[in-house]
């Protein structure tokens, strides 16, 4: 075997691959034989949430569906102060996510800052269950409402501890009124939980629990596909990104060979092994390293960008990439994380996209940048434009929620991809693999 450089390695856990060699040239490529546990976490699965008064019993609801005391339960009201999350499996559907919720009705200062946490958490839901007592329906419970119906989120509605107080009459035709999927009278001490279970299952969206393809409509049966995963200062210690590790797991899934390499090793794989990839795809951040090392015939996209295409609103990051030509001196720019991580020393968000966007504009601009699902300090109309990251960690309706708060009030909105390759004069290759015969459409800038 020769030296380190002519080495590439496609490391990933799964038997029956077959290796090449070539020219000196150790090249092990990997082509789906077998069936492994899918790599998704807990951000691709459907998230509910539980609404409603304090004392109302929604965290009983929680333990009860998840057959574990994983909330504290008390008496005294606003035990639950802020949204708690639990995965379970839900028998004959699979895993999905509780959030526990504080008190909408809850009082004082801090109180205040509860009801906040649970009104935003309305935001990160697939579907939410309020939860009532005492046959309430007031305006507690219709500002719950509205806020689910702005949202678009499927609820339905449980009137619990119903061995203490029956649901009546008016109220049950009061409660099926509204746009509820479902209204159940229910009991934590002798209540019907597979009924619930069962209209849980009925009330979540499809578009929540399926799993589209990453890259099904760019490649097909035998493709080679060429990942080119830098490790730098960013990367984690002895392991790749999870869009890195999406990406492998779906091209596999889609029958086809992957093939994943640092970005040095580029130029010696091509040349040595005169392989023709069906697609590249690169780090967002040596996007003209891989546009120098792939020929001009091969079609080069990013993590970031598939992303976009995979769970962003596309068409809105089209739209509101070019208008990165209109920004003037003194605007502000937002960069949403929708991760929390250690943050380095030339952190993409942070460093390296300020500077790349500085220095293409040659404006004057200011930049925050908001981690996880936090809330934006400031008014969104203080933006001139939104850098949404691929958004891995999320699910597909958390990130449209991020980001429709901006595309609603006319502020620009792109990835983090899209940016980076549009700053270094490549958007155009970048994001005609999605195109399809709207290709022509993006222009060609530089």
Not at 76 to 86: I, N, Q
Not at 113 to 138: F, G, H, P, S
Not at 181 to 195: I, K, M, P, Q
Not at 229 to 250: H, K, M, N, S, W
């Amino acid at each position: 075997m020769n030296k380190k450089s002519d080495r590439f390695f496609i490391a990933i856990q799964l038997s029956h691959c077959y290796r090449l060699i070539c020219n000196h040239c150790n090249v092990i490529v990997l082509y789906y034989f077998c069936l492994f546990t899918r790599t998704m976490g807990r951000e691709r699965h459907p998230h509910i949430g539980i609404f409603g008064r304090r004392n109302n019993g929604k965290s009983s609801i929680v333990n009860q569906l998840a057959a574990q005391d994983i909330a504290i339960v008390s008496d005294t009201a606003g035990t639950t102060t802020d949204p708690v999350k639990k995965s379970f499996e839900i028998t004959g559907f699979g895993p999905v996510v509780l959030i526990d919720t504080a008190g909408i009705d809850d009082v004082g200062e801090l109180g205040k800052k509860r009801v906040d946490k649970t009104l935003q958490a309305i935001r990160l839901v697939d579907m939410a269950i309020l939860v009532t007592t005492n046959n309430e329906l007031d305006t507690f419970e219709h500002n719950l409402i509205a806020a689910f119906e702005k949202q678009d989120t499927p609820y339905i509605i449980v009137h619990n501890k119903s061995d203490l107080c029956t649901l009546q009459e008016g109220v049950l035709k009061a409660y099926s009124a509204t746009a509820a999927h479902a209204v159940l009278s229910f009991s934590t001490l002798n209540g019907d939980t597979e009924h619930l279970i069962q209209t849980i299952k009925q009330t979540i969206p499809e578009s929540a629990y399926t799993t589209p393809s990453l890259l099904g409509d760019l490649i097909g049966y035998g493709d080679i596909v060429l990942l080119i995963t830098p490790i730098d200062i960013e990367a984690p210690e002895g392991r790749l990104i999870l869009p890195q590790v999406q990406a492998i797991r779906d091209i596999l899934d889609n029958d086809a060979i992957c093939v994943v390499l640092k970005e040095k090793e580029v130029d010696t794989f091509l040349k040595k092994t005169a392989i023709k990839p069906a697609l590249a795809i690169t780090d967002s951040q040596i996007f003209l390293k891989a546009d120098a090392s792939i020929p001009k015939d091969i079609p080069l996209t990013s993590f970031s960008i598939i992303l976009a295409h995979f769970k962003g609103n596309f068409a809105s990051y089209i739209d509101g990439t070019p208008k990165i030509d209109t920004l003037k001196n003194g605007d502000r720019v937002l960069l949403l994380e929708s991760c929390t991580h250690h943050v380095s020393c030339d952190d993409i968000g942070r460093v390296k996209i300020p500077r790349w966007l500085s220095n293409y504009c040659g404006k004057e601009l200011h930049y925050d940048v908001v981690s996880g699902l936090d809330k934006v300090g400031r008014s969104i109309t203080d933006y001139a434009l939104v850098i949404q990251c691929g958004g891995c960690m999320i699910t597909r309706k958390q990130l449209h929620n991020r980001l429709n708060i901006a595309i609603d009030a006319g502020v620009p909105v792109t990835n983090y991809g899209m940016a980076i390759a549009y700053v270094h004069g490549i958007y155009h290759r970048a994001v005609a693999p999605f195109m399809g015969n709207h290709g022509s459409d993006v222009v060609d800038y530089l």
